[in-house]
């Protein structure tokens, strides 16, 4: 949604830019927009005019107007000479620079002065994502949830790069991590099947199919926990078969039936082929 800005007073503008930060919006390029517009009248805002550059800060580097950045930068400086949050947005502007080197050493810096930041330990981690080092930033995350273990998105970052490098067991380890924080989450016991499902062999296949169950249990609406489910009973079929195991193979049967039928059922109301749901699902696996 695009704002006639020349008709609004300082104070709609102020009222609108204090909603969105406090909905926590971006909204990057009617933020520099709304820059533009009441840079001149700075001092009318108050005290609040250095969370306002904050923001603008974020735009800024948001839309790659890095001169407005390293401007209210500045200013924030020359306000609160010596703050570790504003060393942490020249951090994030050589970042956007794509001056690796440099933002990590003033990371460094922050670092050494409070270890307990976590915010610049995070932005560490990210540095070394852009730069394609995924082993250091795996050792960087791990380093970190050594000190912040209750920290739930380090938790589900972590996991998300074990599984870049193929280090399934110890993707598997952050899910199981992620579960004892948020149990009743089943997006998290999906993800912790698709990486069992994944790993392969029976042991796994019957813990996968233990997670798909949870999460539909929590969501019967979770399409992929169904579509899974039906693939893993599948894989477990051929196995009882062949291994003479009756009783299993019967249990495991009538669980396969019912994620085929809930699946036929629910795709009714889909405009999604249930053949194409289950080959997305294949491929992402």
């Not at 503008?13 to 700075?42: G, H, P, T, Y």
């Not at 307990?116 to 981690?125: E, H, L, Y």
Request: glycine share 4%; proline share 2%; hydrophobic share 40%.
């Amino acid at each position: 949604m695009s704002y006639n800005y020349e008709d609004m007073t300082v104070n709609e503008i102020k009222d609108l830019l204090r909603q969105w930060r406090e909905s926590n919006e971006r909204r990057s390029e009617d933020v520099m927009e709304f820059w533009m517009a009441i840079m001149e009248d700075l001092d009318k805002f108050g005290n609040e005019k250095y969370v306002l550059l904050e923001q603008v800060i974020y735009a800024a580097l948001d839309t790659h107007q890095y001169g407005i950045a390293s401007m209210c930068i500045v200013i924030l400086h020359e306000k609160f000479p010596g703050s570790m949050r504003i060393a942490r947005f020249r951090a994030m502007l050589c970042e956007a620079k794509e001056k690796y080197d440099e933002a990590l050493e003033i990371l460094e810096e922050i670092i050494k002065a409070d270890e307990t930041n976590s915010a610049a330990r995070k932005r560490r981690v990210a540095i070394l994502k852009a730069q394609g080092l995924i082993p250091e930033a795996i050792k960087e995350l791990v380093d970190y949830l050594k000190k912040f273990m209750s920290d739930v998105e380090a938790w589900q970052e972590l996991c998300t790069l074990y599984q870049q490098v193929g280090e399934y067991s110890r993707a598997a380890f952050c899910a199981e991590e992620l579960i004892l924080h948020q149990p009743h989450n089943h997006l998290i016991h999906q993800l912790l099947a698709d990486i069992r499902y994944t790993m392969g062999g029976v042991e796994n296949m019957e813990l996968a199919k233990s997670y798909y169950c949870q999460a539909l249990k929590l969501n019967p609406d979770n399409m992929r926990a169904l579509l899974g489910l039906f693939l893993v009973t599948n894989n477990l079929l051929n196995h009882y078969k062949s291994s003479g195991n009756s009783g299993k193979r019967k249990d495991v049967w009538r669980l396969c039936q019912w994620a085929q039928s809930s699946a036929a059922a629910s795709q009714r109301n889909s405009q999604v082929p249930l053949t194409q749901m289950m080959l997305n699902l294949a491929i992402t696996d």
